[in-house]
C-alpha cells in the first residue's frame, strides 16, 4: 500500500471514531494512536530501513513532493549530488524516483542491467486516454516496442542512414537562405527545415508551406503530447480511478480534453503515412523513406497489425527528432552569439578545406574535426534532455547495497554528467579545444547526451548528420551577429533554458549576414538546381 493510501485509511478511520463517539477520552486515544501510527511508518520507511539511497528527509505521506523543483530540476538534482552523492533516492506521494548523477551508475545500470532498466513510465491521460502509448517513445518495454524499434533502426542505423544526407544537406541550405532573407524567422525557419527533412525521410513527402497540415497538424499533436505528459498536469494522473468516473459528470472535462486530442494525434498520425501508401505506387512519394522501406518489402498491403507498428514508428520519429534538433540548433546559435572567435576558427577550417567555390557536405565531415567539435561540445554545454526520458524499473534491484524498488522511475542527470569538472574542466565554458580533435573523446558526449541502454535513441546517427549539416553550412556562409537594441549596443541573450524535458535555451535571437556575395550566390544556386533535379 502506498504512503498516500495507507494514511487515507488512516484519516477515515479517524473520522469514523469521531462521528461514533464524542467522547473526549475516546478522541485523545485515537489521536494519540493516529499520530504513534503515522510516526512508526515514517520510522519503518526512512531511508536507512529500507536500505534506500540517500536523499532530501522524508517526510510521512508527501515524501519528497515539496522538494522536487519544477524549475530546471537538473540543477537543483546536480547540487545535491555534493549532499547525497551519485544516486539519490525521491519519494513523490509513494512514487519511488532514483536519480543517477554519476556516468557509472548510468552504465552499470541502464547500459547493462538494462533488461530490468528498459520500462517507461505509465501516464494515465497521454497513455490510457489519449493514446501516446501507441508509439514507441511511451510503450512498455516488450513486442510491441521492439517491432517498432526494428522498423526504425533498419532506416536509420549508421550504415544506411547517408541515403538521407541529400535532403538534410538541402533543407540546411534553405534554412540558411530563410534566415538571411529574415532573420525574424530563426525559431519557425529552424522547426519548419527540421520537421520538412524528417517528413522527406519518413514519408517521402515535401513540405509545401509553414502552413501545410502535413506539418501543422503533426506538430499541434506534439505540443499536446507536452502538455498531456506535464506533471501534475491532469489530476488523473494522481488518482487513476477517475479515469472510471461517469463522463457526466462535472469536473471530469479531461475526458473531452482527451478527446481532442486524441482526434489530433490520430490525423497527425495517420494522414500522412496513408498519403505515402496511396502515393508510392504513383512514384510521387520520393524514395527512399521509412515507410517505402516497410511498404516495398511485402508483396500487396501489409497486415493491420504490421500497419500499425509502421505508422507509430513513423510518429516516433517526428515526436522523437524535431524538438531535439531545434534545440541544438538554437543552442548552437546561443553559443556563437557569446563565443564569436569560435566562428572565425571555424572558419579558416572550412575554408581551408572547403575552399570558397562550393558549400561543405556530409562527406566533409570527416576532414572538419573543429567543426565535429563544435557539434560535440553543443551537446555537452546543452544536452537538449537533460534529464533523458525516465526508465521504470521493472524488478527489484540491489546496487552497491543500494536497494533500488520495482516501479521507480530512474533519471539520469545527463545535465550534471556532462559538466563534471573532472572530466570537463571549466564546464560552464564552451570551448570546442578541449576534445583536442579526437573522435574517441567526443564519443563519450554523444554516448550521455543520446540516452542508455536498450532505449538509446535510435534516431543518433540521423540526427547526427541534420546538425551537422546545418551547422557547418551556416558557418560556412554566414556571420552570426547579436542583433542591437534602441540604442545599436548589441543584445546578448542570457544562457536560461526551459524546464521541459526537451529544454530550449529562451529568446535566441540573432542577426546573419552572408560572409560573401559568393556564399549567398551559391546556396540559391544549389536549391535552383536542387529543384531542377526534384522536378
Ligand atoms: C540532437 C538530437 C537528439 C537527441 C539529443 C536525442 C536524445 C534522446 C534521448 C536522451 C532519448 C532517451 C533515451 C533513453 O531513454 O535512454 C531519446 C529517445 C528517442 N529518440 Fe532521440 N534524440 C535526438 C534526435 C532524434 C531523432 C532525429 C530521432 C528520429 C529518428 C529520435 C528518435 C527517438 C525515439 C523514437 C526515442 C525513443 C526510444 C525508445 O523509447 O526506445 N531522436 N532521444
Redesign the pocket.
Known sequence: MTALSSSIVLAASIAIAFRITLHANFLITSATFGFAYVFARWILTSRKMQGIAPGPPLWPVIGNATHIPTESPWLTFSKWAQTYGDIIHLDAMGQPIIILNSIQAAKDL?DKRSSIYSG?PHMVMACDLIGYAQG??L?PYGEE?RKQ?KI?NQD?NQSVVQRYYDVQETQARKLVLGVLNDPSSLESEIKMRIAAI?LEANYGYTVQSKDDPFYTIPLDAMSNFSKATAPGAFLVDLIPQLKNLPEWMPGTGFFQTAKDMRKIMMEGTWNPYLWARDNLPTGIAHTPSLCATTLTQVDGPLSAADEHSLVWAGS??L???LD??MS?ILSFVLAMLHYPEIQAKARAEIDAVVGCDRLPSLADKSSLPYVRSIVTEV?RWA???PL??P?CLNEDDVYNGIHLPKGSLVMPN?WHMTRDPNTYPNPDAFQPERYDGSDIEMQKVTDL????????????H??QG??FAIISTLLATCEILPTRDAHGRPVIPEVAYTSSTICFPKNVQAHFTPRTPQAMSLLTQSIVEQEFVVN
Open positions: 541502464l517507461r514507441f517513445v510503450q516496442w524499434r526504425v536509420f524528417i516516433a520519429v515526436g522523437g527528432g531535439t534538433n541544438t551537446y544536452p537538449p534532455v533523458c526520458i526508465h545527463i547526451v543520446f540516452g542508455f541502454g536498450r532505449r538509446v535513441c535510435p534516431g543518433i540521423f540526427a541534420t546538425i
